[in-house]
Every structure is written in structure tokens, then in C-alpha cells.
Nanobody
Framework: QVQLVESGGGLVQAGGSLRLSCAASGGILSINTMGWYRQVPGKQRELVAAITRGGSTNYADSVKGRFTISRDNSKNTVYLQMNSLKPEDTAVYYC????????????????WGQGTQVTVSS
């Protein structure tokens, strides 16, 4: 069974930084694209940043220049370094993978972590 486990959320003052981590486990051979999404109550979940296995990245306009996504393929882990945080960054942040290939040869599509709360106070 594939699991995505996030960590690193918390409460921070505006202008501060946090680093989120998401580790995938469960007999994984490779992971295609990994990403971070966020959601606030009453709104749709939105893409924050994504990174391909080869390292290509894309970001939401609202976080460009402040957030950096990276990954360690040897650890099946994706990171989100968040700097210059703003109150509007407050949300539950979710890790996502579009395709995980397991050693068994099976593919697992569209996996999600349980979410981690990020709260930025003004």
C-alpha cells in the first residue's frame, strides 16, 4: 500500500519561513510528478507547485519567488520551502503524486497525503 506522509506545517508569523516535507512509501520503484496543493475552507484545492522526476518545476503565480519545490528521488520525498509567508498562505497543504510505479509493476495514480496545516499570523 502506498502512503504519502507530510510534515513541517505549523504556525508562523508573516514574513517567516516553513519547510514542508512529504515522504512516499510502499514498495516504490519510481514517482512521476510530485506536487503540493493547498485548500482553505469553502474554496477549491489549488496547485501550489509541482516538480517532475527530471526536476522541471512550475509554480502558482501567487507563490513565485517565495516558494521553492524540490525532491530527492532516492528518498521518494518532495519538499516545499516557503519563505516570506503571508497570511493568505494559510491553508491545509497536501502532497500529491500523479503516478507511482511499484516494484510489482503496478501503477498507482493520483495519490494524496493527509494534509498539514500552515497558519500565518499577521
Amino acid at each position: 500500500q502506498v502512503q504519502l506522509v507530510e510534515s513541517g506545517g505549523g504556525l508562523v508569523q508573516a514574513g517567516g519561513s516553513l519547510r514542508l516535507s512529504c515522504a512516499a512509501s510502499g514498495g516504490i520503484l519510481s514517482i512521476n510528478t510530485m506536487g503540493w496543493y493547498r485548500q482553505v475552507p469553502g474554496k477549491q484545492r489549488e496547485l501550489v507547485a509541482a516538480i517532475t522526476r527530471g526536476g522541471s518545476t512550475n509554480y502558482a503565480d501567487s507563490v513565485k519567488g517565495r516558494f521553492t519545490i524540490s525532491r530527492d528521488n532516492s528518498k521518494n520525498t518532495v519538499y516545499l520551502q516557503m519563505n516570506s509567508l503571508k497570511p493568505e498562505d494559510t491553508a491545509v497543504y497536501y502532497c500529491n503524486t500523479d503516478r507511482i510505479t511499484r516494484y510489482t509493476g503496478t501503477n498507482i495514480f493520483n495519490s494524496w497525503g493527509q494534509g498539514t496545516q500552515v497558519t500565518v499570523s499577521s
